[in-house]
C-alpha cells in the first residue's frame, strides 16, 4: 500500500514528555510545559461556561414554542416556523464565528467576544419582563395581544443569543479539543473521552436548564428565570477568563479558505496536464515543526486534484511559485477532505430534522397531557425534554466507561469503532423515535375523538418519555459522534469551522423542518384537511411522524452505501506512539 510505503520512509522522533510542540502556545506566548497547561486541568474550566451556556439556550429554547402561543399568541404552526426559524439562525450562525475564530480573532478571543454578545441578550431578554414599559401587556400577566415592543424587544433578544452562540459554539469546542496534544498517546486517548465529557457538560446544563429553570419560569416569573440565566452564564465567564493561565492558544493563521481555492484554481489551470504516474513526482513540502499543519498522505481519490501538484517550471523554485499554480500535496489532500465530508453531511440532515421536532411538536404534545405529579405539582411542559437529556447522559457515559474499553479489545481501533459507525448506530434509534412518536400520538387522537370534552388529559404525560429517551439515546451516538468527526477530518487550520459544521447539518436540519411542514401543509390542505391544525387535536402529527420515519429510514440505507466508500484522514506521523490513519468502514 502507499500508505503503508510512505510510512516507513518517516523518521519517527520520540514523544516530548516534558514540552509540547504542536504549535500551541502557553498564555505567555511560549513553548507549553506539558504539566502545566492543557489536558483535563484546563478543560474543566472550558466545560464549565459550556455548562452554562447551555442552561441558557435550553432554558430558552425548550419553553421558546409556549411563550410564542401564550404570551405572543401565535398560532402552532406560526410558532413552531418561528422556533425552527430561530434554532436554525442559532446553529447556522457558528459559520461566520469558525471562520472568524480560526482566521484572525483566534478561539479563546472569538469566546470572550461572543460571550458578552451573549449577556447582552440575556439582559435585554431580562429587561423585556421587568421593565415596564418593555412588558407584553400594559397592567396585568396576561393579554389578548401583545404589546408591538415587547414583540420587538423579544425577538432582538433571542437572536441576539444566536449571534452569540455563533461566536461560542465553534470556538468553545475545538478550543477544549485543542489541549491535547494529539502526538501524544495519553493525550490523544483523552481527547476521544473529552467530547463524551463535554456532552455530559452540556447534558447536565440541558437538564437544569429545562427542569430548575423551566419551572421557575413557569411557577415563580418570566423574569425570575432570565435572571437566574444572566447571572449563572455571568459567573461561568469569570471562571473562563481564570483558567487563563492553564490554556494553550493557538494562533489564528489567515483565511483556511484560501489555500482551499488555490488548489481549484491551480487545477483548473493544468487540467489538460497529464498526471504523473508516481505520487513522489507531486509538489510537497516537509516541515520539522506543525505552524502550518500536519502533512497528508497522498491518496487515489479526485485525481483531478492532484494535477494542482503538477511542477510545471522545475528551473524555477517551487518556493517561489504563485501559490495559484501551485499547490502542495497537503493541500490538495485538504481539499479532497472537504469534498468528501459533503455526501456524509447531506445523509446526517433527516437526523437533525427528527431532533427538531424535540424542541417543537414533542413538547407542544405535552401540554395536552395529564402533567400532575400530586395535587400541588404539575410539571411543567418543557420539562419532559430533561428525558431526552438523561437518555443522552446515559448512553454517553456507557459509551465511553464500558463499551469503548470493550470494543478497544475486539476491534484494535483506538476508539472501539470508527466514527461514522457510531453516528449510523444513532440514525437507527431516530427511525426508532419517529415509529414510537407515530404510535403514542394515535393513542392520544384516539382519547380526543372518544372524549372531546376532556380530550387526551387523561393520559399521563410520561407517554412521552420513550420518545425523548430514545431520541437522546441516538443523540449520544450520532450528535457526539458528528463533532468528533467534524472537528478531526477537517483540515487543522478550520477546526472551529468543522464544530461549525456538525452545528449547521442541526441548523440546515432546522429550516428543512420548517420548509417540510409547510410543503406538507400545503399539499395535504389541497386533499382535503391539513395535517397541521390550528392546535393538536385538529392536527396529524402522527402522520408526519410516520412521513419522518420513512424518509430516515430511507436515508439511513444511503447513509451506510456512502459510509462503507469514506477514506478517513491519514496524517503523516512525527512520533513512534500514534497512529492517526484510521480503517475504512468495511
Not at 53 to 58: A, I, N, Q
Not at 67 to 87: E, F, G, I, M, P
Not at 532 to 552: E, H, M, P, Q, V
Given at each position: 500500500?502507499?500508505?503503508?510505503?510512505?510510512?516507513?520512509?518517516?523518521?519517527?522522533?520520540?514523544?516530548?514528555?516534558?514540552?509540547?510542540?504542536?504549535?500551541?502556545?502557553?498564555?505567555?506566548?511560549?513553548?507549553?510545559?506539558?504539566?502545566?497547561?492543557?489536558?483535563?486541568?484546563?478543560?474543566?474550566?472550558?466545560?464549565?461556561?459550556?455548562?452554562?451556556?447551555?442552561?441558557?439556550?435550553?432554558?430558552?429554547?425548550?419553553?421558546?414554542?409556549?411563550?410564542?402561543?401564550?404570551?405572543?399568541?401565535?398560532?402552532?404552526?406560526?410558532?413552531?416556523?418561528?422556533?425552527?426559524?430561530?434554532?436554525?439562525?442559532?446553529?447556522?450562525?457558528?459559520?461566520?464565528?469558525?471562520?472568524?475564530?480560526?482566521?484572525?480573532?483566534?478561539?479563546?478571543?472569538?469566546?470572550?467576544?461572543?460571550?458578552?454578545?451573549?449577556?447582552?441578550?440575556?439582559?435585554?431578554?431580562?429587561?423585556?419582563?421587568?421593565?415596564?414599559?418593555?412588558?407584553?401587556?400594559?397592567?396585568?400577566?396576561?393579554?389578548?395581544?401583545?404589546?408591538?415592543?415587547?414583540?420587538?424587544?423579544?425577538?432582538?433578544?433571542?437572536?441576539?443569543?444566536?449571534?452569540?452562540?455563533?461566536?461560542?459554539?465553534?470556538?468553545?469546542?475545538?478550543?477544549?479539543?485543542?489541549?491535547?496534544?494529539?502526538?501524544?498517546?495519553?493525550?490523544?486517548?483523552?481527547?476521544?473521552?473529552?467530547?463524551?465529557?463535554?456532552?455530559?457538560?452540556?447534558?447536565?446544563?440541558?437538564?437544569?436548564?429545562?427542569?430548575?429553570?423551566?419551572?421557575?419560569?413557569?411557577?415563580?416569573?418570566?423574569?425570575?428565570?432570565?435572571?437566574?440565566?444572566?447571572?449563572?452564564?455571568?459567573?461561568?465567564?469569570?471562571?473562563?477568563?481564570?483558567?487563563?493561565?492553564?490554556?494553550?492558544?493557538?494562533?489564528?493563521?489567515?483565511?483556511?479558505?484560501?489555500?482551499?481555492?488555490?488548489?481549484?484554481?491551480?487545477?483548473?489551470?493544468?487540467?489538460?496536464?497529464?498526471?504523473?504516474?508516481?505520487?513522489?513526482?507531486?509538489?510537497?513540502?516537509?516541515?520539522?515543526?506543525?505552524?502550518?499543519?500536519?502533512?497528508?498522505?497522498?491518496?487515489?481519490?479526485?485525481?483531478?486534484?492532484?494535477?494542482?501538484?503538477?511542477?510545471?517550471?522545475?528551473?524555477?523554485?517551487?518556493?517561489?511559485?504563485?501559490?495559484?499554480?501551485?499547490?502542495?500535496?497537503?493541500?490538495?489532500?485538504?481539499?479532497?477532505?472537504?469534498?468528501?465530508?459533503?455526501?456524509?453531511?447531506?445523509?446526517?440532515?433527516?437526523?437533525?430534522?427528527?431532533?427538531?421536532?424535540?424542541?417543537?411538536?414533542?413538547?407542544?404534545?405535552?401540554?395536552?397531557?395529564?402533567?400532575?405529579?400530586?395535587?400541588?405539582?404539575?410539571?411543567?411542559?418543557?420539562?419532559?425534554?430533561?428525558?431526552?437529556?438523561?437518555?443522552?447522559?446515559?448512553?454517553?457515559?456507557?459509551?465511553?466507561?464500558?463499551?469503548?474499553?470493550?470494543?478497544?479489545?475486539?476491534?484494535?481501533?483506538?476508539?472501539?469503532?470508527?466514527?461514522?459507525?457510531?453516528?449510523?448506530?444513532?440514525?437507527?434509534?431516530?427511525?426508532?423515535?419517529?415509529?414510537?412518536?407515530?404510535?403514542?400520538?394515535?393513542?392520544?387522537?384516539?382519547?380526543?375523538?372518544?372524549?372531546?370534552?376532556?380530550?387526551?388529559?387523561?393520559?399521563?404525560?410520561?407517554?412521552?418519555?420513550?420518545?425523548?429517551?430514545?431520541?437522546?439515546?441516538?443523540?449520544?451516538?450520532?450528535?457526539?459522534?458528528?463533532?468528533?468527526?467534524?472537528?478531526?477530518?477537517?483540515?487543522?487550520?478550520?477546526r472551529s469551522l468543522g464544530i461549525a459544521l456538525y452545528l449547521s447539518v442541526i441548523g440546515v436540519a432546522n429550516f428543512l423542518s420548517s420548509l417540510l411542514i409547510t410543503v406538507v401543509d400545503r399539499l395535504t390542505e389541497k386533499g382535503g384537511k391539513?395535517?397541521?391544525?390550528?392546535?393538536?387535536?385538529?392536527?396529524?402529527?402522527?402522520?408526519?411522524?410516520?412521513?419522518?420515519?420513512?424518509?430516515?429510514g430511507v436515508n439511513l440505507v444511503v447513509y451506510a452505501f456512502v459510509a462503507s466508500r469514506y477514506s478517513y484522514k491519514n496524517v503523516k506521523k512525527t512520533t513512534l506512539a500514534v497512529s492517526d490513519c484510521y480503517e475504512t468502514i468495511a
Open positions: 500500500m502507499e500508505i503503508e510505503q510512505s510510512k516507513k520512509k518517516q523518521e519517527p522522533r520520540v514523544v516530548d514528555e516534558k514540552w509540547v510542540y504542536d504549535s500551541s502556545l502557553d498564555h505567555r506566548g511560549r513553548i507549553p510545559l506539558r504539566n502545566s497547561t492543557g489536558a483535563w486541568k484546563a478543560s474543566f474550566f472550558i466545560i464549565a461556561i459550556e455548562f452554562s451556556e447551555r442552561l441558557s439556550y435550553f432554558g430558552i429554547a425548550t419553553s421558546l414554542i409556549i411563550y410564542l402561543t401564550k404570551v405572543l399568541h401565535q398560532d402552532l404552526k406560526t410558532a413552531a416556523k418561528s422556533v425552527n426559524y430561530w434554532s436554525g439562525v442559532t446553529t447556522m450562525m457558528p459559520l461566520v464565528g469558525g471562520f472568524l475564530a480560526d482566521a484572525y480573532l483566534g478561539r479563546f478571543t472569538a469566546v470572550l467576544a461572543s460571550s458578552v454578545i451573549y449577556l447582552l441578550g440575556l439582559l435585554l431578554l431580562t429587561m423585556s419582563r421587568v421593565i415596564p414599559s418593555l412588558k407584553p401587556c400594559n397592567t396585568g400577566e396576561t393579554c389578548a395581544e401583545a404589546r408591538d415592543v415587547h414583540v420587538i424587544v423579544f425577538f432582538v433578544a433571542i437572536y441576539l443569543i444566536s449571534v452569540g452562540t455563533g461566536g461560542h459554539k465553534p470556538s468553545l469546542e475545538s478550543f477544549g479539543a485543542d489541549q491535547f496534544d494529539d502526538d501524544h498517546p495519553q493525550e490523544r486517548k483523552n481527547k476521544m473521552s473529552f467530547f463524551n465529557w463535554w456532552n455530559l457538560g452540556l447534558c447536565c446544563g440541558l437538564l437544569l436548564g429545562v427542569t430548575v429553570i423551566v419551572y421557575i419560569q413557569d411557577h415563580v416569573s418570566w423574569a425570575a428565570g432570565y435572571i437566574a440565566l444572566t447571572a449563572v452564564m455571568s459567573f461561568t465567564v469569570l471562571v473562563f477568563c481564570i483558567g487563563r493561565p492553564f490554556y494553550r492558544f493557538r494562533k489564528p493563521t489567515g483565511s483556511p479558505l484560501t489555500p482551499l481555492l488555490q488548489v481549484l484554481a491551480a487545477a483548473f489551470a493544468k487540467r489538460n496536464l497529464t498526471s504523473p504516474s508516481e505520487p513522489d513526482q507531486l509538489y510537497e513540502v516537509f516541515r520539522s515543526d506543525k505552524t502550518q499543519g500536519r502533512p497528508l498522505f497522498h491518496t487515489e481519490k479526485l485525481k483531478f486534484l492532484d494535477k494542482a501538484a503538477i511542477i510545471e517550471n522545475r528551473q524555477t523554485s517551487a518556493e517561489k511559485q504563485n501559490p495559484w499554480r501551485l499547490s502542495t500535496v497537503t493541500k490538495v489532500e485538504e481539499m479532497k477532505l472537504i469534498i468528501n465530508m459533503i455526501p456524509i453531511w447531506l445523509t446526517t440532515l433527516p437526523f437533525g430534522i427528527c431532533v427538531a421536532q424535540a424542541a417543537t411538536f414533542f413538547i407542544k404534545q405535552g401540554t395536552t397531557l395529564d402533567r400532575k405529579i400530586t395535587d400541588e405539582f404539575t410539571i411543567p411542559p418543557a420539562s419532559i425534554y430533561a428525558l431526552a437529556a438523561i437518555g443522552m447522559i446515559f448512553s454517553v457515559t456507557v459509551y465511553d466507561r464500558a463499551l469503548v474499553p470493550f470494543l478497544r479489545r475486539i476491534t484494535k481501533n483506538e476508539r472501539g469503532i470508527n466514527i461514522l459507525q457510531r453516528i449510523g448506530i444513532g440514525m437507527v434509534f431516530s427511525v426508532i423515535t419517529m415509529v414510537v412518536a407515530a404510535l403514542v400520538e394515535k393513542k392520544r387522537l384516539n382519547l380526543v375523538r372518544e372524549n372531546p370534552i376532556e380530550g387526551s388529559l387523561s393520559m399521563s404525560v410520561f407517554w412521552l418519555a420513550p420518545q425523548f429517551l430514545i431520541i437522546g439515546i441516538g443523540d449520544g451516538f450520532t450528535l457526539v459522534g458528528l463533532q468528533e468527526y467534524f472537528y478531526d477530518q477537517v483540515p487543522d487550520s478550520m391539513s395535517w397541521f391544525g390550528k392546535d393538536l387535536n385538529s392536527s396529524r402529527l402522527d402522520y408526519f411522524y410516520w412521513l419522518l420515519a420513512g424518509i430516515t
